[in-house]
Structure formats: C-alpha cells, structure tokens
C-alpha cells in the first residue's frame, strides 16, 4: 500500500525566485492538504484540495497557491520567496467522509531560502 | 482561532521512566489526533480519539480524551530511547490545529 510520497526531499532556493512542491496522496485517498512547519514548531497549516479545488485555507497569503490534478495528485506553488518561507513543507492526504477524521503524512520538502 | 497548547515543551529523561504530556485547549473538538515525529520526517498517526472520556492502548502508550472533549494526555509507562521525538496534537475542526509539540528524549 504506497504512502504519501513527496519530491523533492530538499532545496535551496534564493530569495525572490518560484518553487514548486509535488505530492502523491496514499493509494485510495482523495483529498490533500499542505502544511509548513518552522524549526521547533508545530505543523501550520496551509491550504487544503478536494476535488480539484481548494476547499480550506489557513492564515498564509496568495504568494502561496496549489492545484490538485484528476488522479488527486497535487503541487504547492510559493512566489516571490522570502527567507522566512524556510521550512519542511508536508502534504497529508486524507478520504473525503471517513469518520472520524485522519490524515496521513508524507516525509516532507525542506526548503532553504537564502 | 482554535489554539491547541502542549506540555511540556521539552523532556529529557532516562530509559525506563514514565511520562505524561498534555494538550489543552478552551475549545472543543469532535476528534483529537495525537502524533510522533523524527527529525527531517513527517509526522506518524499514532492514535484518533473522538469520544469524551476516551482511553486507548497502544502497547507502553495510554491517549486519554478529556470528558469535555477539549484536553487530552499522553502516558508513556517504562519509556525507551525508540519513543525519542516530537510528540504533537492535532484538534479536529474546520481548520486542522497543531500543538506545537513537546520534544521528548529518552536516554540509554
């Protein structure tokens, strides 16, 4: 049974420039959300893709966008970098209805802004 | 804002020892997630509790719900170097809330 997977595990990139994150939900799961998470605290959450569009969204501004594809795959876009967007990006992937609630996590993207 | 505070922040303690830490909130959630996590990796599911009042087992580690729904506590009895890492709480709601975890070490 895959897990979340994630790519890349890690990059560098400069302050101003565009990433793209990508994440692969567990088999039979449809729904994906992203978190950042700082050094030494807990995950925050970012936003979350159902369905091809962003259902939820947490406190994080329109710098950061995603997209969820048909076979519920999904990318985290962050624009104009700045050195406080450093962080272990996670994706968690959950099923739409399952009670109770559970999300699933991948191993993370680390990435380093300088 | 729903906040979720977890304690303590840090623990460093010896092989064999038992544990407690929290997680508290004002609010009330209809399911409390709790988690490990390793250095550089994404957290683990450990256990979901829903109902108030709610303990599970697994294995050395007892969850217990509060009867409110809106606190919850981790028991870890005879703990190993293997249960060193981040333990976290995530509250079940509209949007998903972390603790910001308590760093647990357990030395040889």
């Known amino acids: 049974d895959a897990g979340v997977t994630q790519s890349p595990t890690h990059l560098i990139k400069t302050r101003g420039q565009q990433v793209t994150l990508r994440c692969s939900p567990k088999s039979g799961h449809d729904t994906v959300s992203w978190y950042q998470q700082a050094l030494g605290q807990g995950p925050q959450f970012i936003f979350q893709?159902?369905?091809?569009?962003?259902?939820q969204r947490g406190n994080f501004p329109d710098r950061f966008s995603g997209h969820q594809f048909p076979n519920y795959s999904s990318e985290l876009n962050v624009n104009a970098l700045l050195l406080g967007d450093s962080a272990l990006y996670l994706c968690a992937s959950s099923l739409v209805g399952t009670t109770p609630y559970e999300q699933y996590f991948g191993p993370g993207t680390r990435l380093t802004v300088t | 804002t729903q906040l979720l505070e977890q304690s303590p922040q840090f623990l460093s303690i010896q092989e064999g020892e038992n544990l407690t830490v929290y997680c508290n909130s004002s609010?009330?959630?209809?399911?409390l997630q709790w988690y490990r996590q390793e250095p550089g990796e994404g957290p683990v599911l450990l256990v979901t509790v829903v109902t108030g009042g709610e303990v599970k087992k697994l294995k050395r580690l007892t969850f217990q719900f509060g009867d409110a729904r809106k606190d919850s506590s981790l028991h870890i009895t005879a703990a190993q170097p293997g249960d060193t890492g981040l333990y976290l709480c995530?509250?079940?709601?509209?949007?998903?809330?972390f603790g910001r975890g308590t760093s647990l070490i357990v030395h040889p």
């Open positions: 609010s009330v959630f209809s399911s």
């Open positions: 995530e509250g079940g709601s509209y949007i998903p809330t």
């Open positions: 893709y159902y369905e091809e569009e962003e259902r």
